[in-house]
């Protein structure tokens, strides 16, 4: 599943987070969704905490839970109990 950068921008941009700018930017580059989530995430890394707050907070609220739990955990939940069985045949 790929992240959806436009409807997380959007939700950023609702709550303050994001510039119509940074919007934009994003936006843009709707084309190559690779592109647009890496737009985003240099604007949530360069921005300040806040923004990063709510880019988890937007996650959430856009159906990318599992993204979330991916950067709190650095796994996702039954991912390596899977993973480790496939290795393991």
């Given at each position: ?37 890496e737009q985003l995430l240099n604007i949530v890394k360069n921005g300040p905490y806040t923004a990063y707050v709510c880019f988890l907070d937007a996650l959430n609220e856009t ?27």
């Amino acid at each position: 599943m790929t992240l959806e950068a436009q409807s997380v921008a959007s939700y950023m941009l609702t709550h303050g987070a994001l510039t119509f700018k940074d919007l934009d930017s994003i936006k843009s580059r709707r084309n190559e969704r690779f592109e647009a989530a890496e737009q985003l995430l240099n604007i949530v890394k360069n921005g300040p905490y806040t923004a990063y707050v709510c880019f988890l907070d937007a996650l959430n609220e856009t159906g990318h839970q599992h993204v979330r739990e991916l950067i709190e955990t650095g796994n996702i939940q039954g991912t390596r109990r899977e993973c480790a069985t496939k290795l393991a045949t």
